[in-house]
């Protein structure tokens, strides 16, 4: 799908600074933009753009009260020091499945005083030696580093579903696990 169409398909007759949360996955930038994206989109906190093309975050608007950006599965390898000035409170980056080589590269996110998490699963820096010391050392605000901190503690599941009570007193579950059962049977 056309990202632009996305876009004012998301916004559901909804003003762009009246949006929190944007999901662009599996859509096509043209030549690397997120088209329709603006800087009038200035309450987002979550930004996911998987899979959907991008070679640089050069063309991202400025987005202050972003916090998650979602970038995996994209062809990025390089450019990141314009997500200090972009996304400031970003806590949260995914990276994974993008083309970055060696720490160089992801260096500038030592100007991201409030990145908490970061995620490089499926790059090549992965591959060098003493990968997540080094990127620990380079990041000190960072606590977590593909899921897990410096002392290999899984990050808690942030999105773990918690069960809310309606206004019946019975219980909605989110998620249902099939175990050898056929919908019917439930």
């Known amino acids: 799908m056309d990202m632009k169409k996305r876009i004012h398909l998301e916004l559901r007759n909804r003003t762009p600074s009246d949006v929190k949360e944007l999901v662009l996955d599996n859509c096509r930038s043209n030549e690397g933009k997120i088209e329709g994206l603006t800087d009038e989109f200035e309450e987002l906190e979550f930004l996911s753009t998987i899979n959907v093309g991008l070679t640089t975050v050069a063309h991202l608007p400025k987005l202050k009260k972003l916090k998650k950006l979602e970038l995996s599965d994209n062809r990025i390898s390089g450019g990141l020091e314009v997500l200090a000035d972009k996304c400031p409170n970003l806590t949260h980056l995914n990276l994974s499945g993008n083309k970055i080589k060696d720490l160089s590269t992801i260096e500038p996110l030592k100007e991201l005083g409030s990145l908490k998490s970061l995620d490089l699963f499926n790059c090549e820096v992965t591959n060098l030696n003493e990968y997540r010391d080094n990127v620990f050392k ?25 069960d809310d009570e309606d206004e019946e007193g019975k219980y909605k579950w989110r998620s249902l696990i099939y175990l050898n059962f056929s919908p019917l049977s439930i």
């Open 138 to 162: 380079l990041l000190p605000q960072l606590t977590y580093l593909d899921g897990y901190d410096k002392e290999d503690k899984e990050a808690p599941d942030s999105d773990a579903e918690v």
